[in-house]
């Protein structure tokens, strides 16, 4: 009987340690992928607040990645339709019609993501979500010079530039 309990007490130790290791070894793998992209506070807060990547390995973190990255990208597209919309200044109408192309075109972009994913072509979702953060970044550069970029559109902007980085860093891993 003695024997039982002690095996039974070494087994549930044993297998709590076990579960914290895994544990362990999932967050470092959110902080190893954030440490090696551009913007870590926003891939940490990104991933950390996804309940999605809770166990998740790379392919996973890519998965939530993409999704994250498009639906800031829809939301970041959306600001410029309104901002369009509310302009008077036929330069900032101008500027903000072309930054609704170079959104389009990264929504586009980022739809081709989870195919290439689940065909493992890493290499192809390294080539599109490139196309997809230059989209955003070519918009930033429409406000060069004055009248100045609306200040929510930069914090869109390097949001949606910060989360796309998340899956060049993992595309770059999973290519090994």
Known sequence: MKLSYISALFL???LLSIA???TSVRADLISDVCSKTQKPAICLSALRGDSRSKGANLEGLAAISIDISLKNMQS????????FK???DPKLKTRYS??????NDGIDDLRGLPALLKFRDYSGLNIHASAALDDPSTCDDNFSDLPAQAPQLKVASDKVQGIIGIILVISNLLKG
């Open 76 to 83: 970041a597209h959306d600001l410029v339709n309104t901002l």
């Open 20 to 22: 914290f290791t895994l």
């Open 12 to 14: 549930l130790v044993s």
């Open 86 to 88: 509310q302009a008077t």
């Open 98 to 103: 072309s930054c609704l192309e170079n959104y």
